[in-house]
């Protein structure tokens, strides 16, 4: 199927495709850099609208305000909108670190990412474990460095910190002159131009450029800093390495821009650097072989469920990521887990800020499906071969909590209910021996949402005890008998997952190495892929 050759309309519209994720430590400025963007790409047209919403959110943490979010973040989930000819897809990672498994699966969805790191504060816990993720796939990224007009740390300084933590070359694009209050824009080193920074938020066009570095009207502009920014520029013209695509493409390099989101300034770089550098839709590992996106065939996979509004219903919107063909309403396709056909109707396309409904969408765009519980995070839909997306991860949980009943005779609603949520992925499930239950989270809030939800949705009233362990693992076996010595040794230590695989739950990270080391060839695995 993939020799035969491309729908050249259909590979017009792929190439023309970025999908993205910003990704950031909190209060880096994602939200203020996600509202810019929108603004250059003339989704919205005043600035706030986005961090309206934000602050909406950061107030939250009861259940109640969560519900009342839930609303508004399905359709700012994705948000689609054109620049220069292109489609873009900025696809939103939630903040909230509580929430982070669900950043996880976003980013296996998203061909790029743009990594913002505050000037002021370096590498920071999130980016650490974000960047991670991306690595897995080799994720591009595009990094912006920003908050340049305080008074923040060395951009060499920050650099090495880039490159000896997070272990990316950094290949400097723009270079910043001066911080703080005396920031006065940033040398781009490709074009040998200035950009001169002028403060404030509203959205301007084309800030002032200013060509060839040794133009005597800088020495004029900026008298204090051009020497600065020269002498930079000879030591990096020596020192860092170009920007090479192939490097950026194959995850290895990232391009840097510093700027200021909330002045407005950076922002078109980052939306050139997307176009010119960020790939289009990749071909992907389908289990028996890659799919390449401008095939005509449909396909692709969901990598996040999300309740929908009206609890009653039991509606959940799957995020579906197009990977090859184009979708149009009404089409018919293969569960592949699931085996049979199912319609696709009324799926939600997004632009920008709004639902709407749409009936196209090409592989690197998402759709919404909605479904009463057959789609499950890591699905495969068709048109009819039997393929498997990989790559959607299941991160062991840091917190552990046992599941119990004040009404014991509600223990169905219980297990139904915390397999449902489990499927959604809203919180980790493991069922023990005897059949307890066992929640493992990434974050606090997730407990307070899942006991919540079976309250509302299932009527069960469950409280969460606190449980003495300390991570989990999945487990593999090179053979039947080793698994049954195991399972024999230690039947108090294990448990399943919501798809029936076996963990091994340790009371401490000592505990977990005596065993590991015990059982030399077991494999014990802090991550596993959904599917
Ligand atoms: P997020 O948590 O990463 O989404 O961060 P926000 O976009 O909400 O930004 C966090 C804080 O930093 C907010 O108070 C922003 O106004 C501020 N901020 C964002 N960008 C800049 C910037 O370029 N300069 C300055 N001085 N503050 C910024």
């Known amino acids: 199927m993939a ?7 259909l590979l017009r519209d792929v190439q023309k495709r970025r999908t993205f994720a910003i990704i950031s430590h909190p209060d880096a400025g994602k939200t203020t850099l996600t509202e810019k963007l929108l603004l250059f790409g003339g989704a919205i047209q005043l600035a706030g609208t986005v961090k309206a919403r934000k602050s909406a959110r950061h107030a939250t943490s009861d259940w109640m305000e969560v519900e009342k979010q839930r609303g508004i973040s399905v359709t700012s989930s994705v948000m689609q909108f054109e620049y220069q000819g292109n489609t873009i897809n900025l696809l939103d990672t939630p903040g909230h670190e509580d929430f982070s498994e669900d950043t996880y699966r976003v980013l296996t969805a998203v061909d790029a990412a743009v990594m913002v790191i505050d000037a002021a504060k370096g590498v920071e816990a999130q980016t650490i474990k974000l960047l991670d993720v991306c690595r897995l796939r080799n994720t591009p990224i595009i990094t912006f460095v920003n908050k340049m007009d305080r008074e923040v740390r060395e951009p060499f300084e920050l650099l090495s910190e880039i490159e000896e933590v997070l272990k990316i070359q950094c290949a400097p694009v723009s270079w910043p002159i001066g911080m703080g209050k005396a920031f006065r824009g940033v040398y781009h080193l490709l074009n040998d131009a200035v950009l001169r920074f002028t403060s404030g938020e509203e959205k301007r066009s084309d800030a002032e450029v200013i060509k060839d570095i040794n133009n005597p009207l800088l020495d004029e502009l900026f008298p204090m800093e051009i020497k600065q920014v020269r002498d930079d520029v000879e030591l990096l ?7 090479e695509l192939d490097e950026f493409l194959a995850g290895r390099q990232s391009p840097v821009f510093f700027g200021s989101g909330i002045n407005n300034f950076g922002v078109q770089e980052i939306l050139q650097a997307l176009i010119d550098w960020a790939p289009p839709p990749q071909p992907r590992d389908a289990g028996k072989r890659l799919v390449e996106p401008a095939e005509a065939p449909f396909s692709g996979f969901v990598f996040k469920i999300q309740a929908n509004m009206d609890p009653k219903h039991r509606d959940r919107i799957a995020f579906f990521r197009i990977c090859s063909g184009r979708y149009s309403s009404g089409m018919k ?16 396309t997004f632009m920008a800020n709004e639902r709407v409904l749409k009936d196209d969408g090409v592989a690197g765009d998402i759709i919404g499906i909605h479904n009463h519980g057959q789609l499950q995070i890591g699905d495969t839909l068709t048109e009819g071969e039997i393929l498997g997306f990989k790559g959607i991860p299941y991160f062991s949980p840091e917190m552990f909590r046992a599941a119990r009943l004040r009404d014991p005779l509600k223990s169905k609603q219980l297990q139904k209910g915390l397999q449902e949520l489990g499927e959604e992925g809203a919180i980790q499930v493991f069922e023990q021996e005897g059949g307890q239950m066992l929640l493992g989270a990434v974050g606090q809030l997730q407990f307070e949402v899942v006991a919540q939800r079976l309250k509302d949705e299932y009527k069960v009233d469950a409280i969460f005890e606190s449980a003495d362990i300390h991570t989990a693992r999945w487990l593999t076996f090179p053979d039947d008998l080793t698994r049954r010595n195991f399972e024999y040794e230690q039947a108090l230590r294990l448990g399943k997952d919501v798809d029936g695989n076996m963990v091994y739950l340790a009371t401490s990270r000592y505990n977990l190495a005596v065993t590991m080391e015990k059982w030399p060839k077991v494999g ?5 892929e959904h599917g």
Do not use: Q
């Open 3 to 9: 020799d035969t050759p491309f729908p050249p309309e």
């Open 237 to 243: 013209n020596d020192a860092s390495p170009p920007f």
């Open 333 to 348: 396709v293969k569960h592949v887990r699931a085996g049979r056909d199912m319609k696709l109707a009324n799926a939600l």
């Open 524 to 528: 014990f695995h802090a991550t596993r």
